[in-house]
């Protein structure tokens, strides 16, 4: 089993930056893709970002691309999102999810092991 728990969610201006931040323990051995999905009020949950735990391939959807950022640290067991230029649109829960190795990274019911869910509130 996989746990994961987010944190560095909250309200923040649009135009302005939040860091987000997951953090994997138990059998971590057997994760090799770690992603965000968001979900807004009345909308199905969306892929934002993944990254490969080997290497250094990321995947972002279009929407992000350019403002949003997706980084890990194996030592540390950790996973962050990194966003800038924040829009309205951006309000959603944040999910931290992961899974094995031949995960279709775009697919969230891919995906063994889920957070929480942090609020990210973006003011206009």
């Known amino acids: 089993q996989v746990h994961l728990v987010e944190s560095g969610g909250g309200l923040a201006q649009a135009g302005g930056s939040l860091r987000l931040s997951c953090a994997l323990s138990?059998?971590?051995?057997?994760?090799?893709?770690m992603g965000w999905f968001r979900q807004a009020p009345g909308k199905e949950r969306e892929f934002v970002a993944a990254?490969?735990?080997?290497?250094?391939?990321?995947y972002y959807v279009d929407s992000v691309k350019g403002r949003f950022t997706i980084s890990r640290d194996n030592a540390k067991n950790t996973v962050a999102l990194q966003m800038n230029s924040l829009k309205p649109e951006d309000t959603a829960v944040y999910y931290c999810?992961?899974?094995?190795?031949?995960?279709?990274?775009?697919?969230?019911?891919?995906?063994?092991?889920w957070g929480q869910g942090t609020q990210v509130t973006v003011s206009s």
């Open positions: 999810a992961a899974c094995g190795r031949g995960c279709r990274v775009y697919d969230r019911s891919a995906y063994d092991y």
């Open positions: 138990g059998r971590t051995f057997n994760v090799d893709v």
């Open positions: 990254i490969i735990r080997i290497g250094t391939s990321t």
